[in-house]
């Protein structure tokens, strides 16, 4: 059985766990804590900080009640109908297994059906092929520059990492096109 739960301060520990190298940890957090390696308690501690200033909701994917994947949903502006999916990893041990497409619709679902969302977006590294193809077949596709102030790019060592916001126009396994 497949399902999302809440995120509890004990599965940071399985998250930093997850993360395999510098490059990936930046993949998946951006500048978001600064420096790497990082604590587990600088994902609790973050995590909080997040949920004070705006909604901010973590969740983990659960496998048969193994946790094999995380997600959080968060809006990203003033409009409470806007909900960004962001923070999402697989269990390194666990990929290709299926679980990132189903996290994706389980996440999609949830911000549809329980917090009424009108636009559901996520932000990813352009060369973060594996990601991009993922989303892409979930029926998300690159938002033109709308002049918001998302970053657009990220420095990492001597590469310039190109940021792109994408959404959901398409239809799920949850959502077929009507």
Known sequence: MIAIRDFCEKDAEKIVGWIRDEREFYHWSADRYGHYPISCDEIVSNYKKCAEKTFFKSFMLEADGKAVGHFIL????????????????????????????????????????????????????????????????LGFVFAPDDGDDEIHSFDYKNEKWTYGKMIFVGKTDLFPQK
């Open 74 to 137: 968060r809006t990203p502006s003033s409009d409470p109908k806007v909900i960004r999916i962001g923070f999402v990893i697989v269990d390194k041990n666990e990929r290709g297994k299926g679980y990132g497409k189903k996290l994706i619709n389980l996440a999609v679902e949830y911000a549809k059906n329980v917090l009424g969302a009108s636009e559901i977006n996520l932000g990813v590294f352009t060369d973060n092929e594996d990601a991009v193809a993922c989303y892409r077949s």
